[in-house]
């Protein structure tokens, strides 16, 4: 036993001796000249190796490169798609032998990658070597072979990793067609692995854009992952502007996905754009901080977000979403309910000046140094509807309320259906200053253009607080109803709006018009005009509405009708649409009755008003010429009755019982 063991003392000496002296027998320049031929036979790039290598086999299997660098090709602007400062590979050599990779040391020292695209696009990581343009060689099954299986941990018995670590590294983009670059440096990570079925830590660091960002990954088992089963999985990145956690498992093999729980905060909004170099320039000073939270179940063609939990400054949601992308385009499911959405924070202030010299202030003393703001049009542009046939969307949003500037919205629910480039918006519920209300908005762009079908109804609005909410105006009162139902197809705005059809109406009940008294002013056109906003005057009615109906933009309205005690309104004309411009005439008339809703029939003196230009500067006049034929014609009548015979009729042979009476002239 003794002559055996002592026998194997000296092969193993023998052994170690030969392995110690490989290195010495083959030359480093002959080492150096094999890994550049088979680095230029696989990729068609030059690699350069300036540095001193090194080769050892005893105690373990080392490699130590310095400067080593592979070319780009032409047509780039960085000489080089990978530069290393140094190179460091050692694997322990005994267990190397059974068949198991224990890596002692794996380190890249200041390794500097640049990706970049030329002009045409074409990335410098896409290789054209020899072995890249070679033809993968044809195999033949036959009906007994076996299908391919998907990769597993078979082939190596275990991976064991020591010392592995990425120093100061640093990756470039650059695009060759903007000139845009993006720089990521001080790339620091390392990583530990005692086994493949052992725990797998990785803990780095980096700066993107004069920002630190830790990052911390934790999976429970390569191994299990090669073999196409789950693992724990572990994530963090976190960085001043945004902070990532993931906690959950991960699936490998041929359906890669993985599940957990999902935690995103955000402490600014507009911080975290400007960092990611997309300021944004919204006014307004909300998008402060996000926080979102959830389950996330992601697989090779679904990806569900549920249970999520969704802040934004202080508007507070939850909701689920899908979406799957199996189909010939992504499929969008979900529901979003929020409590409050208060809109203030992300308008204009109050009073703020649109950019561009648009509404400029109009300096004192008028003349040719005043300037306003030309009213905006109708756009002539195509519109683009590719977006309604990028996805199907089906999607349920709820909201407690609303609050844009000073209007109050109530609890309001809509949904969304987005098929075959058709969307609905159906307006399920709608609370409104005490009304309710329903609509639908429909969008084709199945067809040439875009066709619209809207509709809208809305009933028992108090009218007197949206109006002094919406427009700082309290000069019309009541309960309002309304009832609107139109449509319309084109190419731009300008065609939808002059394609428009429809028809509608709407209904005041028990209100009062203030800032006007339509019955002084029937009595007293030279006082007619002379009230205002600040007027104490004021029309009370009983009932103020009408219909109208919309051919090819045009709204016609023929039957506007307001009855009040001792004054009955009538009113018609149109608006036209395209032109954005009105054309209205208003007849209010004295009458005898103090009825107000339903009461008896109308006569006496009438005042016409015109309203006329376009829409967003109107001009109110009374109509004088109609005016003074209109009572030409009652005094006519009216001398006609006092005095016989005048107007072609038969005379009584007698005189009026009451004489000559001027007071009659007047209806009076």
């Not at 802040?311 to 689920?320: E, P, R, S, T, V």
Request: proline letters at 6%.
């Amino acid at each position: 036993m003794k002559k055996i063991l002592m026998a194997l003392g000296v092969v193993i000496v023998v052994i170690i001796g030969a392995l110690a002296m490989i290195p010495a027998m083959i030359p480093a320049e002959r080492i150096q000249g094999e890994i550049v031929a088979g680095v230029k036979s696989a990729t068609g790039r030059d690699l350069s190796i300036q540095g001193k290598i090194s080769v050892s086999v005893f105690p373990s299997l080392s490699v130590q490169v310095g400067n080593v660098a592979l070319a780009n090709p032409a047509g780039y602007s960085s000489k080089d798609l990978i530069r290393l400062g140094a190179v460091d590979v050692r694997l322990k050599l005994l267990p190397l032998l059974g068949g198991k990779v224990e890596v002692d040391s794996f380190v890249l020292v200041d390794p500097i990658i640049t990706l970049e695209t030329d002009r045409q696009g074409k990335g410098n990581w896409v290789f054209e070597g020899p072995a890249a343009a070679a033809p993968a060689p044809s195999v033949t099954t036959k009906p007994t072979d076996k299908p391919a299986s998907a990769p597993s941990s078979a082939g190596v018995s275990d991976i064991r990793l020591g010392d592995v670590r990425i120093t100061n590294g640093k990756l470039t983009q650059i695009d060759g067609k903007t000139g845009a670059r993006q720089e990521v440096s001080e790339i620091n990570l390392r990583v530990a692995l005692k086994s493949l079925s052992e725990p797998l830590s990785a803990k780095g660091s980096l700066v993107w854009n004069a920002k630190k960002v830790e990052l911390d990954l934790d999976v429970g088992s390569l191994k299990a992952l090669m073999d196409g089963q789950s693992s724990t999985l572990g994530l963090v990145v976190a960085s001043e502007p945004v902070k990532l956690g993931l906690k959950g498992n991960a699936k490998g093999g041929a359906s890669p996905g993985l599940d957990g729980a999902l935690d995103l905060n955000v402490p600014s909004i507009r911080n975290l754009a400007a960092w990611a170099g997309s300021p944004i320039t919204m006014a307004g000073n909300g998008l402060g901080p996000l926080s979102i939270t959830g389950k996330l179940a992601a697989g090779p063609t679904q990806i569900a977000f549920t249970q999520a939990a969704i802040a934004i400054d202080a508007i507070k949601a939850k909701g689920d979403v899908t979406v799957n992308t199996g189909a010939a385009k992504p499929a969008i499911k979900g529901r979003l309910d929020v409590d409050m959405l208060d809109l203030n924070p992300y308008l204009p202030p109050e009073g703020a000046q649109p950019k561009g010299g648009e509404g400029k202030a109009t300096p004192a003393g008028g003349g040719a140094a005043q300037t306003q703001a030309k009213p905006a049009g109708w756009s002539d542009d195509p519109i683009d509807a590719s977006g309604l046939k990028s996805a199907d969307v089906d999607f349920a949003l709820t909201c407690g309320g609303i609050l844009v500037k000073k209007i109050k919205v109530g609890k309001s629910a809509l949904n969304l259906a987005l098929h075959n480039a058709k969307l609905a918006a159906d307006l399920t519920e709608l609370a409104l200053y005490q009304g309710t209300g329903r609509g639908r908005v429909a969008l084709d762009g199945a067809q040439p253009g875009v066709g619209l079908d809207a509709s809208f109804q809305l009933k028992g609005l108090q009218v007197e607080p949206f109006l002094t909410d919406a427009a700082d105006s309290d000069r019309l009162s009541g309960t309002g109803n309304f009832d609107v139902t139109v449509a319309g197809q084109g190419k731009t705005q300008r065609q939808i709006v002059s394609s428009l059809n429809g028809k509608g109406s709407l209904a005041f009940l028990n209100g009062a018009i203030k800032g006007i008294n339509l019955a002084a002013m029937a009595r007293n056109v030279t006082s007619a005009f002379t009230g205002g906003a600040q007027s104490t005057e004021k029309t009370d009615f009983a009932e103020l509405g009408g219909t109208f109906t919309i051919v090819k933009g045009i709204l016609t309205n023929n039957d506007l009708a307001m009855k009040s005690p001792l004054l009955r309104v009538e009113g018609k004309g149109t608006v036209d649409l395209p032109q954005r411009s009105v054309n209205y005439r208003i007849d209010p008339k004295l009458v005898a009755s103090l009825e107000g809703q339903g009461g008896g029939s109308a006569a006496g003196i009438v005042v016409p008003i015109l309203v006329t230009g376009p829409w967003d500067n109107l001009s109110y006049r009374p109509d004088l010429e109609a005016l003074l034929k209109q009572n030409v014609q009652n005094v006519g009548k009216a001398v006609e009755s006092l005095i016989p015979g005048i107007g072609g009729g038969k005379s009584s042979g007698s005189a009026p019982a009451d004489g000559l009476n001027p007071m009659k002239l007047f209806g009076r």
